[in-house]
């Protein structure tokens, strides 16, 4: 018997990668047979901050209908994929602060024995890939969380190069938002790996 997995990809991007990101997983957890949720957090930034930075006024337009993620999303899922820009080698404050809205229902054991996994974009090339994702897996461990990272399970992983979870290199100029096929690859090899473990744990629990 096939067990169908839920799985919710929440995100804060600013100006776009992480929305790229957040969409190539997605297509490929269902093309591997999960549902899917698609949702961005809350912006927090004021109005003036937003519109001081065009591409991310944009990307904020563009993006306007999306939901935005609620704790129902997190009691749904049996995995979660979280993205997030990094922000001085850490994770946004406005994914941090959805975080601070789980305590209900972690309270409840409602974020433990699920499956995790991340993703982050930096502005330089080393910026904190893998400081943000271990930031982001803090938290998974506080959750009681199972957090399956991709590691080097794939040869694009010996491309892309970071074992903690896929992340890119988002360097300013017109092609900011846009990422590659490297990065491409990487996240749609990590969503599949995460649906095919939660399908497997799920199975292990129904057994
Ligand atoms: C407050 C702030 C802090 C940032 N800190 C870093 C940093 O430490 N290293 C870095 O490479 N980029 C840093 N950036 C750049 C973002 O990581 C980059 O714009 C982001 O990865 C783009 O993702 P997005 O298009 O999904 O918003 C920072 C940006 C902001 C606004």
């Known amino acids: 018997m096939t067990h ?16 790229r990101i957040a969409t190539e997983m997605a297509q490929a957890a269902e093309a591997a047979g999960a549902r899917v949720r698609v949702r961005k957090v809350a912006e927090l ?8 930075n065009p591409a991310w006024a944009a990307h904020h337009a563009a993006t306007a209908d999306m939901p935005v993620s ?13 993205g997030s820009p990094t922000r ?10 959805f975080f601070d809205t789980l305590s209900p229902l972690w309270q409840q054991g409602g974020l433990a024995d699920k499956v995790y996994s991340g993703f982050t974009s930096t502005a330089t090339l080393h910026g904190g890939h893998e400081s943000t994702l271990l930031a982001l897996y803090n938290s998974i ?3 009681g969380g199972i957090i399956v990272p991709p590691g080097y399970t794939d040869p694009i992983k010996f491309v892309d190069g970071n074992p903690y979870g896929t992340s890119h290199h988002a360097a300013p100029g017109p092609d900011l938002g846009s ?6 690859n990487a996240a749609r090899h990590q969503a599949e790996r995460t649906v095919r473990i939660a399908r497997a744990l799920k199975a ?3 057994a």
Do not use: C
């Open 141 to 143: 461990h506080h959750f």
């Open 204 to 206: 292990g629990h129904a």
């Open 70 to 82: 609620t704790t129902e999303d997190l009691a749904w899922a049996d995995a979660v994929i979280f």
């Open 88 to 97: 001085f080698g850490n994770i946004s404050s406005q994914l941090k602060q």
């Open 4 to 19: 169908l997995v839920n799985l919710a990809v929440i995100y804060y991007s600013a100006t776009g990668t992480g929305t």
């Open 179 to 184: 990422i590659g096929d490297d990065t491409r």
């Open 45 to 52: 930034a004021p109005r003036s901050a937003i519109d001081a």
